[in-house]
């Protein structure tokens, strides 16, 4: 009787590829759990959960993303000195101004997992805040999403 095997991926084995996504009038929730999944590789028939087979991202027209609703001015970004009274909250709207890389990164940070392989995948990320990024060597596909 012969029984199928189940494929596991080998890390050495992963073709990787690259891909630049526009994120021009995209909806940030939308978009990052798309972009999660590329990251992962679970849109490749390899993909195995404990191995990295995703691809790298080159997001461009960060700071024109966009959100549904009140988001802007209700949603809150938190972080924390680590010392007592330390916490420090930012709008979306305001760190839109200031960083608009970071809503993209962090919204697709939560879908990715939280362990190791998933702060190794977040580093396949580039975001840029405008049209132009410097990953034009390795010859990125247009991924529409």
């Not at 790298?56 to 993303?65: C, D, E, L, P, T």
């Not at 580093?123 to 060597?137: F, N, R, T, V």
Request: aromatic share 8%; net charge positive.
């Amino acid at each position: 009787m012969r029984t199928q095997k189940t494929f596991m991926a080998k890390p050495q084995e992963v073709e990787r590829r690259w891909y630049v996504v526009d994120a021009k009038d995209k909806v940030v929730g939308r978009l990052a759990s798309k972009i999660a999944m590329v990251l992962m590789g679970k849109h490749k028939p390899q993909y195995t959960p404990h191995v990295d087979a995703g691809d790298f991202v080159v997001v461009i027209n960060a700071s024109r993303v966009r959100f549904t609703g009140r988001k802007w001015e209700q949603k809150c970004y938190y972080r924390h000195s680590g010392y007592p009274g330390g916490l420090k909250v930012k709008k979306a709207k305001e760190l839109l101004e200031s960083k608009p890389e970071e809503i993209l990164r962090h919204a697709v940070r939560g879908m990715l997992p939280k362990n190791n392989l998933g702060r190794r995948l977040l580093k396949k990320l580039k975001i840029y805040p405008g049209e132009s990024h410097p990953h034009q060597a390795q010859q990125p596909a247009k991924l529409e999403l």
